[in-house]
């Protein structure tokens, strides 16, 4: 969600345009000419995860920069005609970071920040870098065990590089919802032209953010993610204009059914 909300700021500033092909800043990848911003904002350029690469577990270790976990997936096919179908691509949104640091030039770091942590005073949210990745307060578990390094947070990029409290991310989602962060129309992008994730739920995902229909709770709309270790879950109600975000510093299980237990905790169900 943050990222997508940097990538319509910047357009909003005709810093670049969501309709421009990816061509311009990665030539090298297959397809590059056919596949826009917009395609990896909505996951619907076909480009494989990185993370899906036989290559990666046993290369992951020599990660130095995000251009990295591109050459996992620059030599793969696409899996479909960009455009066509819904695939989530963390590779996606890590070129959406690159072309963060491209357009402003600077770090995607210090894009975040002046967008979103330091727009709404967001005091207990950074971006982890490799410089910053020591500092986590709480450590992630894996089947029993307490995950002691921290590289592996800044593996994912504008993928998943966040560190947040809770609160913070509520503030972030209200500001967000209330218009502090984007213009109305940029907002409304955000939820338009929507892609079923499953055949089996009726989930929708448009540009940085799921719009989950007929849950236990009703509708809702937010986003989950999760790595090694962590998992987070943020959503509105808007039906009840209730927003709740669950977090755990474990992997075992999901974190969204406590996620809808709160929700109807707060409902009074």
């Given at each position: ?70 050459s996992y997936v ?61 500092d986590l307060v ?132």
């Open positions: 969600m943050f990222t997508a909300v940097v990538i319509l700021k910047l357009a909003e500033e005709d810093q670049l345009s969501t309709q421009s092909m990816v061509a311009k800043w990665f030539p090298e990848m297959p397809q590059a000419n056919q596949i826009t911003i917009d395609h990896l904002l909505t996951h619907t350029s076909g480009i494989p995860g990185f993370e899906d690469a036989e290559e990666y577990e046993s290369k992951k270790h020599l990660y130095r920069n995000p251009e990295d976990l591109l620059k030599s793969k096919k696409l899996l479909f005609e960009p455009g066509k179908h819904y695939a989530y691509s963390n590779t996606g949104y890590v070129m959406l970071g690159i072309i963060i640091e491209r357009v402003t030039g600077g770090p995607y770091k210090e894009a975040v920040e002046q967008y979103i942590i330091n727009r709404i005073g967001l005091h207990e949210t950074a971006v982890i870098t490799s410089e910053t990745g020591k709480v450590k992630g578990h894996h089947k029993g065990n307490v995950l002691r390094e921290t590289d592996r947070c800044v593996i994912p990029f504008a993928a998943g590089s966040i560190v947040a409290t809770p609160r913070d991310l509520i503030i972030f989602f209200q500001s967000l919802m209330s218009g502090r962060l984007l213009s109305e129309g940029s907002l409304k992008k955000m939820f338009s032209d929507m892609n079923l994730m499953t055949v089996t739920q009726s989930t929708y995902y448009g540009r940085g953010i799921v719009a989950a229909l007929g849950t236990p709770v009703g509708d809702i709309i937010g986003h989950s993610g999760g790595i090694q270790g962590f998992g987070a879950s943020l959503f509105y109600h808007p039906g009840e204009n209730i927003f709740v975000c669950v977090m755990m510093n474990d992997d075992i299980k999901a974190v969204d059914p406590a996620m809808f237990r709160l929700m109807e905790a707060m409902m009074g169900r």
